[in-house]
């Protein structure tokens, strides 16, 4: 297995605390490049956490409707047993009627309308629209907690599963066809950070492993723990395509990418990155060709003083 710990500058500040005059003299372009590089990385951030906001905004908006829907729904389906019961006392009547007009209006309609039918189907329909407003509330809830725009944006105790199942959530749509995904949970203390960003963090990689299942399906294994007291890890591993050796080293610098234009922009893994140095953590990564991929983001339990301000 091979293992990259990244060290280099990740932010805008430490790109150009990173230069002597000398150096920069030496190599302005460079320079010049990795600024924009930082720029670009500060606008995509700014973009996902935008995102986020509509992402949250939205999902309260659509909070109220899914509520009322959702009681409504329940309602609705105590007054259809009441009606279905009243239905049965008419047909139960019905033979006293029979032979008249009224009895053969009664007879015609039921076939027209397809009473049994209904009466088999009614109760599908309102099951499966219970369903899907439960989905939609989950989802609600998920997007909602995802993007925390309810929290403070500040540094917050969060529980790190959580963080995950509502990611979990969020990607599922770029992972249930490719990958099942096993969880192997280790027992996690709350842990002192920014959890929209940490989510982000998961978000990218759990999206990069599906892309990296190249066979018809694989699996996706989350697995967390403590190191010690004072520090948690995050594992998210894949048994997709893997990593060449010579390609490890490159895969957390700004732009770049394996993945065809439109389905990339290679910011994914820097911004994490720079997203967990923020949190004086780190990401590692192991992987071999063919076999599948491990990244492993470690974070302190607890931010210390001047890390909060
Ligand atoms: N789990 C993985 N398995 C194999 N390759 C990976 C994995 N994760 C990342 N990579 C490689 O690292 C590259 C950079 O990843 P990164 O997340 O930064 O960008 P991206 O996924 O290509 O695009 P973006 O995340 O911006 O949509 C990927 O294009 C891919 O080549
Ligand atoms: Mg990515």
Redesign the pocket.
Known sequence: MHTQQQERPSTLAAVVAGHSPAQADGDASDLSRQLSQAQQQLMQSERLASIGQLAAGVAHEINNPVGYIFSNIGTLERYLADLFRMLAAYEAAEPQIAGTPAGREVAELRESIELGYLKDDIPNLMAETLEGVRRVRKIVQDLKDFSRVDARKDWEWADLHRGLESTLNIVNNELKYKADVVREYGQLPEVQCLAPEINQVFM??L???A??IEQARGTITIRTGVTDDAQVWVEIS?D????PPE?LPR??DPF????PVG????????L?YGIVQKHHGNIEVR?LPGQ??T?RVSLPVRQEGAALS
């Open positions: 990218n990689l999206v990069n492993a892309h990296a894949d997709g395509c893997g990593i390609r895969i957390f770049f990418t394996t993945k389905q990339g922009t290679g910011l994914g893994l820097s994490s992987s599948g991929s990244f």
